[in-house]
């Protein structure tokens, strides 16, 4: 399937464990919610789509990470993921994990690949 690149935001939009970025991702036909954080340096990104329920995981608008800055946490059940593989680390969902979105950075810029 053609893949195409979409700029997301600045790379400096993302702070380390601060604020994500919320953006839509084209997949399987449709336009998905989905958002992007950085974490140690690295930029990543899920669709927003609980894995316990079908429901987008910010508890303010951009507010993905829970108060120590280390998981993103659902703000309807309090499911808390690793940010780096989006692996449900503790909550209802144990063990399922966040759908992934490809990003990367380049030129002080984060892009999205989607289908084309
Ligand atoms: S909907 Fe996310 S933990 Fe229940």
Redesign the pocket.
């Given at each position: 399937m053609a893949a195409r690149e979409r700029l997301i935001c600045t790379s400096a939009a993302l702070a380390d464990g601060g604020d994500g970025v919320r953006f839509e991702v084209a997949r399987h036909g449709a336009c998905e919610p989905a958002f992007a954080v950085r974490y140690c340096g690295r930029v990543y990104a899920y669709l927003n789509r609980?894995?316990?329920?079908?429901?987008e995981?910010d508890w303010e608008l951009g507010r993905f990470f829970d108060l120590t800055g280390h998981y993103l946490i659902?703000?309807?059940?309090?499911?808390h993921y690793d940010v780096r593989d989006g692996r449900c680390a503790m909550?209802?969902?144990k063990g399922a994990r966040l759908q992934a979105v490809e990003v990367f950075e380049r030129d002080g810029a984060v892009f999205v690949r989607e289908e084309a």
């Open positions: 609980c894995a316990h329920v079908p429901v995981l659902c703000a309807a059940h309090g499911a909550g209802p969902c």
